[in-house]
Structure formats: structure tokens, C-alpha cells
């Protein structure tokens, strides 16, 4: 059905126009722009920000260890800004730590995150974590 819909418009487009750029985790900004400053909006940003460290693993556009090495130091240092539960801390970092490690330990640390954060998240955000471990676990 993406396909469909990607076709679609590419020819409802001049023909010197640059192709869309799509953004992978829409619900999970979505929803963090609609709650209030403080504990679910933080995490909820922490997974967001987890998740495009990991998709910095994927096809076409995988980035070099050394990148992926130094977008995870940055990472860490941020989260540690962070008021975040105690119980999701750790699964954070884990995903963090994973994604200089390889696509299959990133998937494995983003499923555990993605199930200690679940009462964070709503249908569409979740369903969005879900998709990148899976791309994740195929990817490896």
C-alpha cells in the first residue's frame, strides 16, 4: 500500500522537484508535542531520540561505526539531563550502548525499552517501535 501511495506522488510532482523526505517516527513526536512539560513528555523524547539512533543502523543510509559512536556519547550525556524513571534509565542506556554494537543487540535492547515504556506510548507510537526492532532484526 506504501508503494502505491509513493508512486501516486511522485506523479503528482513536477518533474524537477526533489522527492519527499519522510520522517520515520511521526506518532512518537506527535505525541510528545501533546503532553505537558515533565515526566511522560521526557520519556517519551528519550525514545524518540533512542529510535533515530538506531535507525542510523538501517539501509540506504547506515552510518559509519565512528558516527554511530560519537551520536552514542552525545546520547548518553544527554540522557543523563534527563528526569526519567529509574526503571527505564538502564533499558535506555542499554539501547544507547547497542546501536555501536550492531543491528540484532539493538533490536533486542529496543524491544525491552519499547516493553518497559509501553504506558508511556500510545497505539501509533508503540506500533512504531515495534517496526523499527523488526527492521532491525531483518537487517542483521
Given at each position: ?14 518533474p ?17 508535542g ?7 513528555r521526557?520519556?517519551?523524547l528519550?525514545?524518540l ?11 540506504p ?11 552514542s ?5 544527554w ?6 524513571p ?44 515495534e ?6 532484526a531483518?537487517?542483521?
Amino acid at each position: 500500500m506504501r508503494g502505491d501511495v509513493d508512486s501516486l506522488v511522485s506523479m503528482l510532482q513536477p518533474p524537477y522537484s526533489l522527492a519527499p523526505i519522510g520522517f520515520p517516527f511521526p506518532a512518537m513526536a506527535g505525541l510528545a508535542g501533546r503532553l505537558p512539560l515533565g515526566g511522560g513528555r521526557e520519556v517519551v523524547l528519550a525514545l524518540l531520540a533512542v529510535a533515530r539512533l538506531a535507525s542510523g543502523l538501517l539501509p540506504p543510509d547506515r552510518l559509519p561505526l565512528e558516527d554511530r559512536q560519537a551520536r552514542s556519547a552525545a546520547a548518553r550525556i544527554w540522557l543523563a539531563s534527563l528526569a526519567l524513571p529509574a526503571a527505564l534509565r538502564v533499558p535506555l542506556a542499554r539501547v544507547i550502548d547497542a546501536t555501536t554494537a550492531g543491528a540484532m543487540p539493538t533490536a533486542g535492547a529496543l524491544r525491552a525499552v519499547g516493553a518497559a515504556a509501553g504506558g508511556y506510548l500510545d497505539g501509533a507510537a508503540s506500533l512504531e517501535i515495534e517496526r523499527l526492532v523488526r527492521r532491525l532484526a531483518t537487517a542483521s
